[in-house]
């Protein structure tokens, strides 16, 4: 039953503090204490099964409640409504404390009190963990994987479409921030991060993507995002970016890869042929050094050959100035033994030739026999 006339009728029973005095309307008098615990009993009185009687009679026998009942109820009440103000913060939580909505305290790990509900609420945030956010794919609790080609699929600086699916952790830096300055922490993150890894791929070649700079492409996108959500005031660190799979759209990787094969088998004819130039360019520079080593070994051969002969000559000719016959027979029977020396003939004496058993060295006989006349 309500405690006012919810309809708009004079009846007094509906009104536990009685009928205002002057007829209502103007200023109200409040009922005073006796007046308020008198209209309590009859109240409990007709809830336990009494008619709620006057003057402190009991109504058919129903129980009459006095005023260290009704004192001890509403302290209880109120021990209740106290206790119910205890909260726990683990370890790894903040709770931030609200007094009508409004942030008046933050409280660490621990048994912590607030006014309870409805003055003071607690929202409790898990400050040190680390949490995560899928972009480009997610994951579902039965196991499996879904890509969302709308967050993967992007454009590179050289105009080719790249998929790209990624991951970014981060935790929450300021409790109060979070809280309060975004509507949507998740979406916020993963709206920052889809637009900082657009922009950052953007700005770099589909091979670079691919092979050589994802770790460069990683922190770039990661201190991007870090700089979105500060400009947002949001509250969060993002503590690590992680690229997952990068490849080509689905319905081209298969000529993708056919380019891609050409371009290694490309660099490793590149790198077969510097090979080979690195072993043959040494060996040719040797083998050029050497052969002007010898040609200069002998050209100084042949010019110190000159000069010994022109010495000799010079000798000779001091020599055949000073005695010019004996020079003269001593040059003929050098000249002579010089040409004899080698000479395969047996010269005999025509006074004895014929007292000489003729000489016929069989093993020694030349090629083509001259006979003379």
Known sequence: ??????????????????????GGGGNQTPPDLDEVIRRLQERFGS???GRGGHGGNRGNGGPELSKGMITGFLALVMLVWGVSGFYKVAADEEA??????????????????????PVETVQKLPVTSIQRQEIGFRHFADGTLRKRT?????????????????IVQYKIKSAEDYLFNIDNPEKTVRDAAESAIREVIGRT???????????????ETEQLIQSILDSYSAGISVTTVKLQDVQPPERVIKEFKDVASAREDKERAKNEAQAYANDITPKSR??????????QGYAKEVVEKAKGEASRFDSLLAAYRQAPEVTRK???????????????????????????LPYLPLDKQPAKAEVTK
Request: charged residues 20%; proline residues 5%; without cysteine.
């Open 150 to 166: 709308n967050e993967s699929l992007m454009l590179t600086k050289d105009e080719n479409i790249v998929d790209i699916s990624f």
């Open 47 to 49: 809830l336990f099964g």
């Open 205 to 219: 070649l589909i091979d670079d993507v691919l092979t050589t700079k994802k770790a460069e492409v990683e922190v």
């Open 286 to 295: 040797g083998e050029a050094k050497k052969i002007v080593l010898e040609a």
């Open 96 to 117: 931030i404390v609200l007094r009508f909505g409004q942030h008046v305290a933050t409280k660490g790990p621990g048994l912590n009190w607030h006014i309870p509900y």
């Open 1 to 22: 039953m309500p405690w006012s006339n919810q309809n708009g009728s004079n009846n007094d029973n509906q009104n536990p503090w009685g009928k205002p005095p002057g």
């Open 330 to 356: 001593r040059l003929y029977l050098d000249t002579m033994q010089e040409v004899m020396t080698n000479a395969d003939k047996v010269i005999v004496d025509g006074s004895v030739a014929k007292n000489v």
